[in-house]
C-alpha cells in the first residue's frame, strides 16, 4: 500500500455512500469526466462506472502508476500524472462536446481555492464541477450577502456558476481523518464571462472587508463621485451580487477618470 503524503493534503475518502454520492452528482452517461487528485481509486471506480471515460489527474507518481491496476485496467480510464494548475485543459478536452464534460475531485485543502479558480475559468470547456473541499471554503462559496463567509469568492463562483452545497461529512469518513469538516459542492458553469472589470472591481470591494466601500474604493474612483453614490457608505458584505454590479457600473459610466461606455452585466439567481 502506497504511504499517505501529509504535506500533499492527502486525506483519502473512505466512505462509500459519500463516494456513490458524489459520482452520482459528477458524471451522467456519455460524458468525460476530469479527475482531479484520484488517489488510491476511490471516487475513480464509481466514476467509471457513470462515465464514457474517466481523465484522472495525478501529482503523486506512485499513486498514478499505480492507479489503473487499482481500477482493474478499465478502457475507459486515462491516467495523466501531472498538476491539474499546470495542464492545458483545452488540449485534454479538444473536439469534446462541453456538455458532456465534467470536473470532479477530492480536492486537497491547501490547493482548494487555486484548483476552484482554474475551473472557473474553464466554464466554456464543462458543464460542471463537483468537488469535495473543506467545509469552511464550501460555506464561502455558496454565501449569501450579510454572512461573515461571503466574499469574493462567493461573488466569483456565483457569476461563473450556479453553486450548491452538497452535503457535508465529518472527519471520520476519511483516512488518515483531518482536522476540519468537509463538504461536497456542486458548480453548474453559467455561459459567458463576466467582464474583467467587474472582477477587479469586486477584489477590491472585499480588500479589507470591515471597511465600507468607500475607503476600499478610494484611489480607483473619484472622492466626489464616490461620496456620491447611494452604497460607498456600506460595506462589499452588506450587498448582494447584483447590487454591487450595479454600483460597478455607476461608477464606471459617471466616473470622469474612466472612458464612457455601455455595459450591461446580468447576474443570476
Given amino acids: 500500500m502506497m504511504p499517505v503524503r501529509p ?77 491539474i494548475l499546470d495542464l492545458d485543459l483545452r488540449r485534454i478536452l479538444k473536439d469534446r462536446d462541453p456538455s458532456r464534460s465534467v470536473m470532479a475531485g477530492n480536492l486537497p485543502y491547501y490547493v482548494t481555492s487555486p484548483i476552484v479558480r482554474s475551473a472557473l475559468a474553464s466554464a466554456r470547456l464543462i458543464r460542471s464541477a463537483t ?31 450556479k453553486p450548491a452545497k452538497l452535503f457535508s ?9 483531518p482536522k476540519v469538516r468537509s463538504a461536497a459542492i456542486r458548480l453548474a458553469m ?32 473619484s472622492r466626489s463621485r464616490l461620496a456620491a453614490d447611494k452604497c460607498s457608505g456600506l460595506r462589499a458584505q452588506q450587498l448582494g451580487l447584483a447590487e454591487l454590479a450595479a454600483m460597478w457600473e455607476r461608477l464606471e459610466a459617471q466616473d470622469p477618470r474612466t472612458p464612457t461606455t455601455t455595459r450591461s452585466v446580468h447576474v443570476g439567481c
Fill in 7 to 83: 504535506r500533499l493534503g492527502q486525506h483519502f475518502l473512505s466512505d462509500r455512500s459519500a463516494l456513490e454520492r458524489i459520482a452520482a452528482a459528477s458524471a451522467r452517461p456519455g460524458d468525460t469526466v476530469i479527475e482531479i487528485g484520484p488517489g488510491r481509486g476511490a471516487l475513480t471506480r464509481p466514476l467509471l462506472r457513470r462515465a464514457h471515460r474517466v481523465i484522472a489527474v495525478e501529482l503523486d507518481d506512485g499513486l498514478a502508476a499505480e492507479l489503473s491496476g487499482r481500477c482493474g485496467h478499465p478502457r475507459n480510464l486515462e491516467v495523466v500524472r501531472g498538476n
Fill in 131 to 161: 468537488f469535495l473541499v473543506q467545509e469552511e471554503v464550501a460555506d464561502r462559496i455558496v454565501a449569501k450577502p450579510g454572512s461573515r463567509s461571503f466574499g469574493y469568492l462567493s461573488c466569483l463562483c456565483q457569476l461563473h456558476s
Fill in 169 to 177: 461529512l465529518g472527519p471520520a469518513a476519511f483516512s488518515p481523518p
Fill in 190 to 221: 453559467r455561459q459567458g464571462s463576466p467582464p474583467e472589470g467587474l472582477l477587479s472591481f469586486l477584489r477590491a470591494c472585499f480588500r479589507s472587508p470591515r471597511k465600507t466601500l468607500r475607503n476600499n474604493l478610494a484611489g480607483r474612483y
